[in-house]
């Protein structure tokens, strides 16, 4: 198993929170299209881990999505665990997951980590306007098998490609805020038998 990397150019966004009297500012100067382009990304692939320490911001306020080593489920996926628990988005562009939680209650970054979250960059319904080759790819991903799908991209477990073929397909059919609730109904199901309700 090896990790392939690059550096990010910027500077994450838990460094930039500690500048209070440019932060904000930055922050909402950061592209609409591209928080919503993480909020796909971050939802396709189920990222599990984007927090402030993993997005990093140039200065051009263009945004760098670091860390993404527990893609996939990577992080939760246990083959011997009694849940059935293939994946756990936690993003801070994804509205209902733990680290958005944490970012809408933080005061700090002068209180504008919230505007994160991809819908205050959509307009109110929280859909997305797909550009039509990452259509062409969410088909592809939607329609093949994923044995297929596994072995085309090399993923260690099938679990994974069968994820991300649901969650492809979601999105294609239902859109984000939809796809984004069914995914939370899964985790709430695995979270209230892991607690024995």
Not at 47 to 61: C, E, F, K, L
Not at 145 to 165: I, N
């Amino acid at each position: 198993t090896g990790i392939f990397s690059s550096p990010a150019h910027g500077v994450a966004l838990s460094a930039l929170c500690s500048k209070p009297a440019v932060a904000p500012a930055i922050l909402r100067a950061i592209p609409s299209h591209e928080i919503a382009k993480a909020a796909v990304f971050d939802f396709l692939f189920c990222a599990g881990d984007r927090h402030t320490q993993n997005v990093y911001v140039s200065d051009d306020a263009s945004i760098k999505l670091i860390d993404n080593d527990n893609l996939l489920g990577e992080q939760v996926f246990k083959p011997e665990s009694k849940f059935e628990r293939a994946c756990a988005v936690s993003s801070l562009f994804l509205p209902g997951t733990m680290e958005s939680w944490r970012l809408r209650r933080s005061k700090y970054c002068g209180g504008a980590l919230g505007t994160l979250d991809y819908r205050c960059h959509v307009g109110p319904s929280g859909e997305l306007a797909l550009p039509e080759k990452l259509r062409q790819c969410l088909r592809t991903l939607a329609d093949d098998d994923s044995e297929t799908t596994r072995s085309t991209f090399g993923m260690l477990e099938r679990v994974y490609a069968e994820t991300l073929k649901r969650r492809a397909g979601d999105l294609l059919s239902e859109g984000l805020p939809e796809a984004l609730r069914r995914a939370g109904l899964a985790e709430k199901a695995i979270s209230d038998a892991a607690a024995g309700e």
